[in-house]
């Protein structure tokens, strides 16, 4: 059976130092007792682990990179949690990534603003970058692309809920607006939603329609993360295989941090 692959991903903040990070652009730190030697560790692990993604799912026919691909200035947190707080360098530091999948065809939604530029927008020079831009086909803040005749709509950010039963109403919203949209003849009836941002993933549908908030790519245990909201995380990445005939399937791929368990607990 002929089929389009797609494979999406979001949310690797590079620049933060939990965020994927290709190995030339992460030097091994000296004190292997420090914060910075042990997020290096978790680093290493999460790229290995989307370097085998990377070749277990190729050939990829369309990439879609679905917002918050560098991390920004961190002003936050004072620039603490910044690996490098250079925007350049963070977009070289995504591009590398990107490259990795050797996809024919590239579409980029823009991130939040915070990460990726309040006046300006980084991912924008992601999308001109040299390694890329002969495949860089779309991006934009909210759009939509047909593969093999079915839609995908997709856009970075969705709202998030405190409540675990709640996570699936906003992704229904999506999906009613965009009917609404297409009642009015202005938007394009998509078969599959796409959304990132909260860094959970969960997904609700039924037998013609699919709604999906992406698993992110930068790992958890940020000073926000860690302090403020409540609630599960979950890193990984989605891809669907779509035939000719315009049937679709999809997998979900998920790196849980089992090692962490230990790392949270104090006994004494």
Request: aromatic share 10%.
């Amino acid at each position: 059976m002929i089929f389009k692959r797609v494979v999406v991903i979001s949310d690797p903040h590079c620049g933060h130092k939990l965020g994927l990070t290709h190995p030339d652009f992460d030097a091994r730190p000296n004190n292997t007792q420090s914060r910075d030697y042990k997020a290096w560790r978790v680093r290493r692990k999460c790229y290995k682990w989307y370097e085998g993604k990377c070749e277990e799912l190729k050939p990829v026919d369309v990439l879609i990179i679905n917002g918050d691909a560098v991390d920004g200035k961190g002003s936050k947190s004072g620039g603490t949690e910044q690996l490098t707080s250079d925007r350049t360098e963070q977009v070289d530091m995504a591009a590398a990534l990107i490259q990795m999948w050797d996809a024919k065809n590239i579409v980029m939604s823009h991130g939040t603003s915070y990460h990726t530029g309040r006046d300006e927008d980084w991912e924008d020079h992601i999308f001109k970058h040299r390694w890329l831009e002969d495949r860089m086909r779309k991006i934009g803040g909210h759009d939509t692309v047909s593969i093999n005749g079915v839609v995908f709509d997709y856009k970075h950010h969705i709202g998030k809920s405190s409540i675990p039963h709640g996570r699936f109403t906003a992704l229904a919203r999506e999906h009613l607006w965009n009917q609404l949209w297409a009642l009015r003849g202005e938007y394009p009836e998509a078969q599959i939603i796409i959304r990132s941002h909260v860094h959970y993933h969960v997904y609700c549908g039924d037998t013609d329609w699919l709604a999906v908030i992406t698993p992110a790519l930068q790992a958890y245990g940020s000073k926000f993360g860690a302090r403020i909201p409540s609630g599960t995380v979950d890193y990984g990445l989605l891809h669907f295989d779509v035939t000719d005939k315009g049937d679709w399937s999809w997998q979900s791929h998920i790196l849980r941090f089992k090692d962490n368990k230990r790392a949270h607990l104090l006994e004494l």
